[in-house]
Every structure is written in C-alpha cells, then in structure tokens.
C-alpha cells in the first residue's frame, strides 16, 4: 500500500512537470525497475531510464555541412562528421572539445542523441562529433531519457525526453525528442508580455481599438478563433447611431437619410436616390437615437419581388422601402448592397449592405460605377452624381476630351480644321507645323489663294492676288535671267496697292502694281486689312497704278 501511495505522489509530480505529447508517466520503483503511470491509473513495468547530464546547445534543424554517419560499434564510438565548416546551430558558435550537444533533428532520425565535440570545425577541418559515453548503447539510451539544454536562441532552458517506446538498436532504431517542459518558445510584441509560459496583456482592449490576429495552426487538427460581440456580419450588421429627427422620424427596416441642415436621421424620401445613410434597425421613432446598419446583414422592406444576389436601391415608389435595382449594376443612383433571398412580393427581407454604397454614396462591390464617357460631379447637395460632359466639350469612354466651341461661340473654321493660323486665336503661340505652307508656283498667270505664297514668272505674266486679309503675304519676282514684265492685277471693290515710295496707293478696284520689266524685278506685299496691300520688300521700278 504505502508503495502504491509513493507511486501516485511520484506519478503526479512527473505529471505535473511533462508535456502530454504522447509520453506515458514513468514512475521509480525499488530493485532497478520503472513503472508507467498510464491515463487509465494503471501501471506497466518499464526499462530503467535517466535523468542524463545537461547539454550546451540542441539543435533545431538538420546539421550543418551535410554530416556522414559511422556507427561505431554497436553504437559506441559512433560519430557524426561534417565536412569542411565552423559547427553552429541555435545560437552556438563557439564549438569546444568535449561539449556535449542534443542531436534531435536528423533527417534519419536513428543518428539522434547525446553527443560530444571530439574535433572542432573550421574553414579547413570538417567537424567529428561522438556520441556520449552514456548515451550510446541499448541499455543507455531508454524511453523516458531526459536532458536539459542549458543555452541558445530557441532551446534555452528547454527539456527534451526520448519518447519511443522500442527498445533502441543504436545506428537503426529512431531515435526520437519531444519537449517535456521549459521556457516559454512564445514572444509578445508590446502591450503582450510573456513571462515564462504565461501570456498577458493588460491593455489590449481598449475603446475604438480594433483587434489583429494572425498565426499558423500546427497539428492534426484546427485552430478555431471566436470573439465575443456582433462580429459575424454573415449574420449582424455593422451599425452606426445617429440622433432621430423629431418629424418625420425613422421607422423600423426602412432606409434612413440626415433631414436638412442637421445631424438627424429620417425616412428616406421616394426622391433619395444618392444619399442613403443606413437601414434603421432599432431605436426608430422620432425621439432618442437610432441604430442605423451600415454594413453586413440588415433586414429592409422591399417594395416588391426580389431575386437573390440582385442589386439593392432605395424604392422611388414606397418612401424608405428598399428596391431590387436587377442583376446589372445600376448607375446613376445610390447601390445599396445586394439581395440575400428570392421572395415572390414585397416584404422584410435581409440584405447584405456595401459599406462602400451606403458611405461612399454610390457603387457596388467596393467600386464607384460610372455610365460609359461619364464623370463624377458633386451635386447641389454635395453627392457624386455620374454625367456626362456638355456644352463646349464631349469626352469620349477612352478619355479624350474634344472641344468645337468657346462660351457656346463654335470654333472658326482654321481652328478646327488647323489648316490655317486662325484670326480668332488671340493670344498664344503656334506651332510652326501648324501652320498653312507656303506656297512656290512658276507660270505666266495665276489666281494667289492661300494665305502666303511665292511667284515666279517665267515670262510677262500678271498675277492676282485675293481681296487682302490682315497678315496675307505674297512675293512675285522674274525667273533666272528673265527680264519681263509683271502685273500685280486690280483687286475689285475698293482694294488698292500700296506705291514702292510708301506714300500713296493706287486706284481703289481697278489699280494694279507693275513692273519695269527688268531682269530682278522683284515685290512682296502683305495685306494690313480689307482694303490695303503694304509694299514691304522690292527690288527695280514698281509703279501703283
């Protein structure tokens, strides 16, 4: 009896200091034996087994320099030796003769163990590591085998126990670790503390301070996460609370807009297309606050039929009643979410409500949807309302913006056609590539039309310019070695040309500009308005008739 009291004692304490992955709870009995504590209270007779020397370090990956194993004989003697490298793991770089270290996580696991540094790595001598003297045969090595790590990053203060229950033949048999208790492996990012295995958090949950959660789940199962409160959106509403006005008030599942010039909420009107501000849920009346869903699941009075994942709108029919907008997204008006069931007539149904639509005023989906070449312009009552472009501009859906008239006064002809440099652009400068070419004809006798042209004559000949203009320019001169006559013919109405002495002008209609005839005769003349032709350049006897 008293035995079976000392086995429960000592059975409790080892309970109480091990981890339950697996390990069966080994308790000391006199003559060299070990029982098992097993789940069920009873007992099973074991193999003796160690609490072995501490280790420096242990690993927590594979060896470094892809290390080849010799097992000794049976197992003493046996060695793990890297090729050429400095030995480091875990935070353990200083390797020295006699160390002794915690192999654990081989690829072949029956090269686990206890092992000493016998030779130490460098950048010319490949490390040798051998296991340790009470750790390399049969008998040594026995479930239930436990070993304290006394340094590193990771496995500081750990304790590891062998925790296959075979009898081990060294160099065959896996050899296998589990952690069985010591410091914490967890870390906490201020305001979490970890001290030793306890994690806490004194200021964590604080007003309007949102929660982030992150991790990876480890093992066969799932990790399942819940938060207390009206989280699920699948099934509540994200809310917000606003005072209600005193006339007309809120009513209970019907759209809410803010009454003019004041922070209260109303029932929308059948006009508010554009600036819904939730679905009133509780509190609707016409005094206190009401709770208005803004986001998740939110039951509305539908002004008729609805068609499952159809797009949601305020009813222009029924004030305050929601309306299926159809399976194409609306524009022009405020997206309110998106159908949840399928009914055959009006009623209260659930809706799934876009944040976005109810506080960004318009979408679906997350986005703002725009009719094709239309903007976004804010209203007379500060809402995005989507048009399109008017009046002496259009835009095209690929964003080219064209432009045909000034303050509704269409564009002259040359600024349209850029044909030419155009008198109604007032101020400015113009390309020269936009501008009309100049002209270069030969002949005896020609019509001038374009704005600024070249002559030459090869023989007497007259030439006709048009009625001037402002800025019009013309040069008429004799061909290389040709010595004739030229004639600047008359204008008709009351056009005139301007003498080479600059002083006087010829006859209004009829007058003409002629030449002497001699082989450089040259004229340039420029027109200074309707009537007038300036002489600008010349060269031999000109006379303005």
């Known amino acids: 009896m008293v035995r079976r ?44 087994f160690q609490i072995k020397d501490p280790v420096i370090a242990a690993t927590t990956g594979v060896l470094p320099f892809t290390p080849s194993y010799s097992n000794g004989t049976n197992g003493q003697g046996a060695t793990l030796t890297g090729t050429i490298g400095i030995l480091t793991f875990d935070g353990y770089t200083s390797a020295t003769v006699g160390d002794r270290l915690l192999v654990k996580n081989q690829g072949s696991s029956f090269q ?55 009898a081990i033949t060294v160099g065959t048999t896996a050899i296998t670790f589990a952690q069985t208790s010591g410091g914490s492996q967890l870390s906490g990012t201020s305001p979490v503390t970890v001290t030793g295995n306890a994690v806490g958090c004194a200021t964590c949950l604080t007003a309007n301070q949102s929660i982030a959660i992150s ?44 009454a003019s010039g004041a922070y209260q909420a109303r029932t929308a009107l059948t006009t508010s297309t554009t600036n819904i501000v939730g679905v009133c849920q509780s509190g609707c009346t016409t005094t206190g606050n009401a709770v208005l869903a803004v986001g998740g699941t939110a039951a ?60 960004g005023g318009g979408g679906a989906a997350g986005s703002l949807n725009l009719t094709s070449a239309h903007v976004f312009v804010g ?48 101020s400015g400068t113009v390309a020269a590539a936009r501008l009309a070419a100049t002209t270069l004809a030969t002949g005896t006798s020609v019509s001038l039309t374009s704005p600024r042209e070249y002559y030459v004559c090869t023989g007497t000949c007259t030439v006709t310019p048009p009625v001037p203009a402002a800025g019009y320019e013309f040069c008429v001169m ?18 005139m040309y301007e003498n080479t002495a600059r002083i006087a002008y010829g006859t209004a209609g009829t007058g003409t500009l002629v030449s002497a005839g001699a082989a450089a005769d040259s004229v340039c003349i420029v027109g200074r308005d309707s009537t007038h032709y300036l002489t600008t350049n010349f060269k031999g006897t000109w006379t303005a008739n």
């Open 379 to 426: 209203n007379s009552g500060n809402i995005a309302k989507d048009v399109a472009l008017s009046g002496d501009c259009t835009m095209a859906n690929t964003g080219a913006i064209t432009c045909t008239k000034t303050n509704a006064v269409s564009f002259a002809t040359s600024a349209t056609t850029d044909t030419t440099n155009g008198s109604n652009i007032s």
């Open 112 to 166: 686990n163990g206890v092992y000493t540094v016998t030779t130490v790595g460098t950048i010319g001598i490949g490390y040798v590591l051998t296991r340790a003297t009470d750790f390399d045969t049969t008998l040594e090595i026995v479930y239930g085998d436990t070993v304290a790590v006394l340094q590193g990053t990771v496995n500081a203060n750990q304790q590891f126990t062998m925790n296959n229950q075979n």
């Open 478 to 495: 004799n061909d290389d070695n040709v010595a004739t006559v030229i004639t600047l013919a008359a204008l008709g109405s009351s056009s």
């Open 300 to 359: 509305c009075v539908f002004d008729g039929a609805t068609t499952e994942a159809d797009w949601v709108v305020a009813s222009t029919t029924v004030a305050g009643d929601c309306h299926d907008g159809g399976a194409t997204t609306p524009v022009n008006v405020q997206v309110l979410g998106q159908v949840t069931s399928t009914n055959g007539a009006g009623g209260t149904y659930n809706l799934d409500l876009n944040p976005v639509g109810i506080m």
């Open 215 to 258: 991790g990876v789940a480890s093992g066969s199962g799932t990790t399942a996460i819940t938060l207390a409160g009206p989280v699920n959106l699948a099934t509540t509403a994200l809310t917000q609370t606003v005072p209600n006005s005193s006339s007309p008030g809120t009513a209970t599942n019907k759209l809410a807009i803010l």
């Open 5 to 48: 009291v000392l086995a429960g004692l000592l059975g409790l304490l080892w309970i109480a200091s091990a981890s339950a992955q697996g390990l069966q709870y080994q308790v000391p009995f006199p003559g060299d034996q070990r029982q098992v504590l097993r789940g069920d209270g009873t007992f099973g007779l074991i193999q003796n």
